[in-house]
């Protein structure tokens, strides 16, 4: 009796090892799942930063080298349009420019308002093609009109006060002298009575309405004294200094026909590569103006380009 009993409980005991060793084994596999899950997901994880790391890294490789390409562009003229140019190991950029000035309204868009005080200038004279100004032989001119078409409107920083503007024209004389002859206007009537500004003359068919709030037509034969007579073949026109007065403006120019503005310098478009990156940068480099100070002073060049006031 005492045998079957022991017997007996043997074999319950046996039985409930068993039955641990399932639970167990269940109990193991699912900490094995749940950390090959977590190795996985680590796994992921760094890879996906490695990932994005490097892409970073690239994309600020690929800056750098349009930036370079920028000043390439800047510091020399001789620019090769489209083509991929070697800046560091597996870095490249490519160079595209287009002209600032000819036909239509320079600039083309309204980018920055001009403040009160500053000065916009728009050259009528080429440059080479190291940018640097070239004055016509005495007999010969570039822009060949007595006209120019001149746009300003109202910025966001005085949107209720009508502007007004000043025009300083520099031109060569009949001796080849530079020389600068001024005058204003004045789209508030009651203000031309104290300032003596001219008043803004409103003509159809400008390419100035589109955008722009005032325009004037400037006549270079009368706006600005006998001095300044464009029949005369011997004097040209070099450049117009235009100042907003009273608000700050957008300011834009455009050539009457028909002449057209020549090139007022370039706009420059550099694209830097670095692996599946890509970084573009658009930079407008006008060509270089007279400092302010010019402004206030008759000066010329002679041809070792000696200035004299």
Same mark, same amino acid.
């Given at each position: 009796?005492? $045998?079957?009993?022991?017997?007996?409980?043997?074999?319950?005991?046996?039985?409930?090892?068993?039955?641990?060793?399932?639970?167990?084994?269940?109990?193991?596999?699912?900490?094995?799942?749940?950390?090959?899950?977590?190795?996985?997901?680590?796994?992921?994880?760094?890879?996906?930063?490695?990932?994005?790391?490097?892409?970073?890294?690239?994309?600020?490789?690929?800056?750098?080298? $349009?930036?370079?390409?920028?000043?390439?562009?800047?510091?020399?003229?001789?620019?090769?349009?489209?083509?991929?140019?070697?800046?560091?190991?597996?870095?490249?950029?490519?160079?595209?420019?287009?002209?600032?000035?000819?036909? =239509?309204?320079?600039?083309?868009?309204?980018?920055?308002?001009?403040?009160?005080?500053?000065?916009?200038?728009?050259?009528?004279?080429?440059?080479?093609?190291?940018?640097?100004?070239?004055?016509?032989?005495? =007999?010969?001119?570039?822009?060949?009109?007595?006209?120019?078409?001149?746009?300003?409107?109202?910025?966001?920083?005085?949107?209720?006060?009508?502007?007004?503007?000043?025009?300083?024209?520099?031109?060569?004389?009949?001796?080849?002298?530079?020389?600068?002859?001024?005058?204003?206007?004045?789209?508030?009537?009651?203000?031309?009575?104290?300032?003596?500004?001219?008043?803004?003359?409103?003509? $159809?068919?400008?390419?100035?309405?589109?955008?722009?709030?005032?325009?004037?037509?400037?006549?270079?034969?009368?706006?600005?004294?006998?001095?300044?007579?464009? $029949?005369?073949?011997?004097?040209?026109?070099?450049?117009?200094?235009?100042?907003?007065?009273?608000?700050?403006?957008? &300011?834009?120019?455009?050539?009457?026909?028909?002449?057209?503005?020549?090139?007022?310098?370039?706009?420059?478009?550099?694209?830097?590569?670095?692996?599946?990156?890509?970084?573009?940068?658009?930079?407008?480099?006008?060509?270089?103006?007279?400092?302010?100070?010019?402004?206030?002073? &008759?000066?010329?060049?002679?041809?070792?380009?000696?200035?004299?006031?």
């Amino acid at each position: 009796m005492k $045998a079957t009993r022991q017997t007996g409980k043997k074999n319950q005991q046996y039985s409930n090892l068993k039955s641990n060793d399932g639970q167990m084994l269940v109990l193991m596999l699912l900490i094995m799942i749940v950390g090959l899950t977590v190795g996985l997901f680590l796994v992921g994880r760094t890879t996906t930063d490695i990932a994005v790391s490097t892409k970073i890294a690239e994309a600020t490789r690929a800056f750098n080298a $349009a930036e370079a390409g920028v000043e390439e562009a800047i510091r020399t003229s001789a620019i090769t349009q489209n083509s991929l140019v070697p800046f560091a190991s597996g870095a490249s950029y490519s160079l595209a420019t287009n002209d600032l000035g000819g036909a =239509g309204i320079y600039p083309p868009s309204k980018d920055v308002a001009f403040k009160v005080g500053n000065s916009f200038t728009a050259w009528l004279v080429q440059h080479d093609g190291s940018g640097n100004l070239t004055i016509p032989a005495i =007999g010969t001119k570039f822009y060949n009109s007595n006209f120019l078409d001149i746009c300003f409107t109202t910025s966001p920083t005085t949107p209720a006060v009508v502007p007004g503007i000043t025009v300083t024209v520099y031109y060569r004389d009949a001796t080849g002298l530079i020389k600068s002859a001024y005058t204003g206007y004045d789209g508030v009537a009651a203000r031309v009575l104290t300032n003596h500004f001219r008043p803004l003359n409103v003509l $159809a068919g400008s390419v100035c309405r589109v955008n722009y709030n005032y325009f004037v037509r400037v006549n270079f034969n009368s706006d600005f004294g006998s001095s300044l007579d464009l $029949a005369v073949a011997s004097i040209a026109l070099v450049a117009v200094r235009i100042r907003p007065v009273y608000a700050d403006t957008y &300011i834009g120019v455009s050539a009457f026909s028909p002449a057209t503005l020549p090139k007022q310098g370039i706009d420059i478009v550099s694209t830097g590569n670095v692996g599946e990156s890509t970084r573009k940068i658009q930079v407008k480099e006008p060509y270089l103006v007279p400092a302010p100070f010019m402004d206030s002073a &008759i000066y010329s060049t002679d041809p070792n380009s000696n200035i004299s006031k």
